[in-house]
């Protein structure tokens, strides 16, 4: 009853965890990843290092994704539940090119309770993929709503600014950029609606990673490509500190790394279509 209690507070927005999978040593290749977790009685004690998790220093709990077994690969990999407040537990601020919590995270004989596995023993990286599926919905989601504010914006400059005798909205190579804007942006958000209408509809357990991959990568790179006509748009102004562009410009870059670069979104939809495994459009 204490835990659902826990929970619910957290699904309605009044508490804020932390996904704790990233290592200095262990990105892309989750299966790398060397923090330790080591049996203590009734309970386990963890060790090891994580790095660029999203949400630290605004947390109170983290999900820690660590090793029981580090012989086993992957089907070692157990997620547990981590008071942030604990001992052997500190953390340190990291800061990237745009306003986002991020920090480091160091566990030195933290020890946490037998309830704080969660899931099997051993079935941290399933769950891991399963979490990544739902993030990187999100991410595209993200990605989609800088694209439009950065079309947004662009759109009322070049309505309101005149050069050579007339608006530059009037300029055909302006229309042009404002056409691929528009043209990537909605390929984006459509793709990014699959993707969320699929991760809704799928069987508990049940992955739609391909999707997902396809809407993580669309969405990010066309808001970058989107994001930088808007600053070209603006001219000097769209470089200038405090301009909505120039901060949207910092902010959209970090997206094709998030929860999965561009790269392994490439190399999982390349696999699933190598596989006839990809969805039918």
């Known amino acids: ?38 049996r203590d009685g009734d309970g386990w004690i963890l060790d090891g290092d994580k790095h660029l998790i999203s949400n630290l220093g605004l947390a109170d709990h983290a999900t820690v994704l660590a090793t029981v077994d580090p012989a086993a690969g992957r089907k070692g990999i157990t997620a547990f539940w981590v008071p942030l407040d604990a001992a052997g537990v500190t953390i340190t601020r990291q800061d990237p090119i745009a306003p986002h919590p ?56 070049v309505r309101a600014r005149h050069q050579f005798g007339k608006s530059l909205a009037d300029q055909p190579l302006v229309q042009a950029h404002l056409a691929d804007m528009i043209v990537d942006l909605d390929a984006a958000r459509l793709l990014v609606l699959r993707a969320a209408w699929a991760r809704d509809r799928a069987a508990a357990g049940v992955r739609v990673t391909t999707e997902v991959s396809i809407a993580k990568l669309a969405a990010t790179e066309a808001a970058q490509r989107v994001i930088d006509r808007a600053v070209q748009l ?48």
């Open 1 to 38: 009853a204490a835990r659902a209690a826990e929970l619910a507070a957290f699904a309605r927005g009044e508490r804020v965890a932390a996904f704790a999978l990233t290592e200095p040593d262990a990105g892309s290749d989750v299966a790398a990843l060397t923090t330790r977790a080591t």
């Open 102 to 157: 991020l920090g480091a995270l160091a566990l030195r004989g933290c020890r946490v309770g037998g309830d704080a596995v969660i899931g099997p023993v051993g079935g941290g990286f399933r769950l891991a993929m399963q979490t990544l599926d739902t993030y990187r919905v999100s991410v595209g989601a993200a990605a989609v709503g800088m694209a439009r504010r950065a079309l947004d914006e662009a759109a009322r400059f």
């Open 234 to 281: 603006f001219g000097g102004r769209g470089v200038l500190a405090g301009a909505v562009v120039e901060h949207l410009y910092r902010a959209i870059r970090p997206l094709r790394i998030y929860e999965g670069t561009s790269e392994i979104q490439r190399t999982i939809i390349g696999r699933a279509v190598a596989a006839a495994e990809a969805p039918t459009p």
